[in-house]
């Protein structure tokens, strides 16, 4: 916690925005690319220049070797000439090198000094973890969302681990990704030495995305439509008035009564005896909705039963056809074919006296 003294305390300075980075950032950017252009410009002359060497030096071993066979041992050593020449080449590409690597070496430092640095003061910083806190699932922000809803969450869900304002911030940090992570990583530092100053900083920027409260003038706007259904709008007109504080019951039914479209039967209904708070509503419109639903299922069975048969009735069976050219032979003087109710026939037997 960050020592106590006897002085008053004072007021919160006011979070500048973080332009000092961002000039630093530019300025290294445009040294970096006119360095970049540099070392284009010399890469092409010394690439130019190598080879111009390169073709000098196979020229003058050429002469060399023609003229070692026609002059004497005092003639001058070409080789030496085209091996220092050389040397002086990779002088000028070790230290070209060297300047490069350098100018990397600083874009890294700072951008390096950009990342490690922290927005929190010194004591939040140097704040131990305790030994058995674990960091619970917690809801993310991309800079999208209602930044009330996502500190209310925090804060429930953080109240139910730990009470220290250090593990507060360094856990509340770790909620952002994209362009709020962007934000929080541009903050100045030592900006916040509490958590009360990044909740401030954190609901001043994204301000604008803070959802506006619903109080009763939202009931004089709702209306149910044209094409939907009672039981649908009873829902969405519920859902609205959770989301309000310090409803008024009768009012707020006197609403409901009015919004209805004229002549239905929910609102002939509650017309005839008006109700005096939601539930009365509710409970009065549950029953009138499962009357509706039994008596739509009732009209579609009658009209089921009182459906008449298809025109083209299905095609007797095979069965059937036998049967009936059996009865037809029988009246045609044929034999007519047995049945279960005939009486038994013995066939004929001797019996022999022995």
Same mark, same amino acid.
């Given at each position: 916690?960050?020592?106590?003294?006897?002085?008053?305390?004072?007021?919160?300075?006011?979070?500048?925005?973080?332009?000092?980075?961002?000039?630093?950032? #530019?300025?290294?950017?445009?040294?970096?690319? !006119?360095?970049?252009?540099?070392?284009?410009?010399?890469?092409?002359?010394?690439?130019?220049?190598?080879?111009?060497l390169?073709?000098?030096? !196979?020229?003058?071993?050429?002469?060399?070797?023609? *003229?070692?066979?026609?002059?004497?041992?005092?003639?001058?050593?070409?080789?030496?000439?085209? $091996?220092?020449?050389?040397? &002086?080449?990779?002088?000028?590409?070790?230290?070209?090198?060297?300047?490069?690597?350098?100018?990397?070496?600083d874009?890294v430092?700072?951008?390096?000094?950009? $990342?490690?640095?922290? @927005?929190?003061?010194?004591?939040?910083?140097?704040? @131990?973890?305790?030994?058995?806190?674990?960091?619970?699932?917690?809801?993310?922000?991309?800079?999208?969302?209602?930044?009330l809803?996502?500190?209310?969450?925090?804060?429930?869900? &953080? !109240?139910?681990?730990?009470?220290?304002?250090?593990?507060?911030?360094? +856990?509340?940090? *770790?909620?952002?990704?994209?362009?709020?992570?962007?934000?929080?990583?541009?903050?100045? %530092?030592?900006? #916040?030495?509490?958590?009360? #100053?990044?909740?401030?900083?954190?609901?001043?920027?994204?301000?604008?995305?803070?959802?506006?409260?619903?109080? &009763?003038?939202?009931?004089?706007?709702?209306?149910?439509?044209?094409?939907?259904?009672?039981?649908?709008y009873?829902?969405?007109?519920?859902?609205l008035? %959770?989301?309000? %504080?310090?409803?008024?019951?009768?009012? $707020?039914?006197?609403?409901?009564?009015?919004?209805?479209?004229?002549?239905?039967?929910?609102?002939?209904?509650?017309?005839?005896?008006?109700?005096?708070?939601?539930?009365?509503?509710?409970?009065?419109?549950?029953?009138?909705?499962? +009357?509706?639903?039994?008596?739509?299922?009732?009209?579609?069975?009658?009209?089921?039963?009182? &459906? @008449?048969p298809?025109?083209n009735?299905?095609?007797?069976?095979?069965?059937?056809?036998?049967?009936?050219?059996?009865?037809?032979? %029988? *009246?045609?003087?044929?034999?007519?074919?047995? *049945?279960?109710?005939?009486?038994?026939?013995?066939?004929?037997f001797?019996?022999?006296?022995?």
């Amino acid at each position: 916690m960050p020592p106590k003294n006897n002085e008053a305390p004072s007021a919160v300075a006011p979070i500048a925005p973080a332009t000092d980075v961002s000039d630093q950032i #530019d300025k290294m950017c445009r040294l970096l690319e !006119a360095s970049q252009q540099r070392s284009d410009e010399a890469i092409r002359a010394l690439t130019a220049a190598q080879a111009k060497l390169e073709a000098t030096i !196979a020229e003058l071993r050429k002469a060399n070797e023609a *003229t070692r066979k026609t002059q004497d041992k005092e003639s001058p050593n070409l080789d030496g000439l085209g $091996t220092q020449k050389e040397e &002086m080449l990779r002088e000028v590409m070790q230290k070209f090198s060297d300047e490069r690597s350098a100018y990397d070496s600083d874009y890294v430092e700072l951008f390096s000094r950009i $990342t490690e640095r922290s @927005p929190f003061a010194e004591w939040i910083q140097n704040e @131990p973890k305790p030994r058995d806190f674990l960091i619970p699932p917690l809801p993310e922000f991309n800079g999208k969302g209602d930044p009330l809803n996502h500190l209310f969450q925090f804060k429930q869900k &953080m !109240a139910l681990e730990v009470n220290n304002e250090a593990i507060q911030c360094k +856990v509340f940090s *770790t909620t952002f990704f994209g362009p709020s992570l962007l934000w929080f990583r541009q903050l100045n %530092h030592d900006s #916040d030495s509490s958590f009360e #100053d990044l909740r401030r900083a954190f609901l001043q920027q994204y301000n604008a995305n803070c959802e506006a409260p619903r109080t &009763m003038a939202n009931l004089y706007q709702i209306e149910q439509g044209e094409n939907e259904q009672p039981k649908l709008y009873l829902q969405r007109f519920i859902n609205l008035v %959770h989301q309000i %504080h310090d409803v008024e019951p009768a009012t $707020t039914a006197n609403l409901f009564v009015k919004s209805l479209q004229v002549g239905s039967l929910l609102h002939e209904n509650l017309t005839m005896t008006p109700p005096y708070d939601m539930a009365k509503i509710q409970a009065r419109a549950e029953g009138m909705f499962r +009357v509706l639903e039994y008596r739509e299922r009732a009209q579609k069975k009658s009209a089921l039963i009182s &459906m @008449p048969p298809p025109n083209n009735p299905s095609p007797p069976s095979t069965r059937d056809e036998k049967r009936k050219r059996q009865e037809l032979d %029988h *009246t045609k003087g044929g034999k007519r074919p047995g *049945t279960s109710r005939d009486p038994p026939r013995y066939s004929s037997f001797k019996y022999t006296v022995p």
